[in-house]
């Protein structure tokens, strides 16, 4: 079974430009969640879809950020447009729509470097 | 509001040592723990949860934690290290979400600390 992927792995990018993350889930999970590391920091929580619906974006920094996940398969993260605080690794992580559901599966993640 | 303290930045101990990386948490009820590894170039891996029952919990490549109401700690523990557990450690606690929901979660998670096995 194949896991959480992301694209890019790196992306370098000058301040001011976009930059559009990607993140396919495992096959079958709702549940999908986009985290961040900010270089020696805790991993804070971003958002979290179930299915296509935005359930919780309370951790999303500001409205340079928009999430999507048309049709509850993959889902996207742009920055627009990027700022130097932006700098980090993006997780995303999945798991399934169900009771008793605990862990999250998590991708390898995407480092952002704004310059 | 949920957090999670890893005291140490890095912990070094030599192969063949037990080793022993902390975490203490904060949470108004009651907690689910987790413990996420990240080697090298890699992304997060699941290691070990407690969620209810046996307060030593058991998990992959042979590690085991330890949960300690009284004083709210969750320190992740290994028999002997190997120079290949060196990576980076990750401590989290499941948030409260304000909706309902199956398999829904947010975590809230540490710092990380660094293990590093010297052989």
């Known amino acids: 079974e194949a896991g959480v992927t992301q694209f890019p792995s790196h992306s370098v990018i000058e301040k001011g430009q976009t930059v559009t993350l990607r993140c396919d889930p495992i096959s079958g999970h709702d549940n999908l969640y986009w985290y961040r590391r900010v270089m020696g920091k805790e991993i804070k929580f971003l958002l979290h879809f179930v299915k296509e619906s935005k359930q919780d974006e309370s951790g999303m920094p500001n409205n340079r950020f928009l999430a999507e996940r048309t049709g509850g398969t993959y889902s996207t993260l742009k920055v627009q447009p990027a700022e130097l605080e932006d700098s980090g690794v993006y997780f995303c992580a999945s798991s399934p729509y169900r009771t008793g559901s605990t862990e999250a599966f998590f991708g390898q993640g995407t480092r952002l470097t704004v310059v | 509001a949920q957090s999670v303290a890893q005291p140490e930045d890095q912990v070094n101990v030599a192969e063949g040592n037990p080793l022993t990386v902390k975490c203490t948490y904060s949470v108004s009820g009651n907690p689910y723990l987790f413990w996420y590894v990240q080697y090298p170039n890699r992304g997060l891996q699941f290691l070990l949860k407690?969620?209810?029952?046996?307060?030593l919990v058991k998990g992959s490549y042979g590690f085991e934690a330890e949960f300690n109401k009284s004083q709210t700690s969750f320190h992740l523990k290994k028999p002997s290290a190997l120079v290949s557990d060196s990576a980076l450690y990750f401590c989290a606690v499941r948030d409260k979400v304000a909706y309902s929901g199956a398999g829904s979660y947010q975590l809230t998670f540490g710092k990380g600390t660094k293990l590093s096995v010297i052989p």
């Open positions: 407690y969620i209810t029952g046996d307060n």
